[in-house]
């Protein structure tokens, strides 16, 4: 069904609650993680700080992404992104409730998912 980037590991998941799971037992020890379907897009990337997340939805190859927005958050926190610092806007950053809701889904329909709002980049 589709693949889970963790660090330097993929997994392969059959089934929206095998993902869910592997990504709920990550969510401890990873920054950031990359799911996708049987195809590379689209895709999303999460990076993941306590209680906090940043979702980054890619679409397609040619450049079309979203980020998660949150009007309702005020705090600054900071990710790790491709190894590197990073702090986006406060208004990116969503809680992990919504950041799991958000992924499942994903997995169900593999496009962007209505359960948050974006904005584009």
Known sequence: MGNISLGKNNIEFRSVDQALDIIKNAMSNEKEIWISGNNVYPSMAICLNGEYAAITYFQSEDGAMWL??????????????????????????????DMLSCVKEFLNSFERPSCICWQDL
């Open 68 to 97: 998660s927005y949150n009007e309702n958050n005020q705090e600054v926190i900071t990710f790790v992104a491709g190894g590197e610092e990073w702090i986006p806007e406060p208004n990116a950053v969503i809680e992990i409730k």
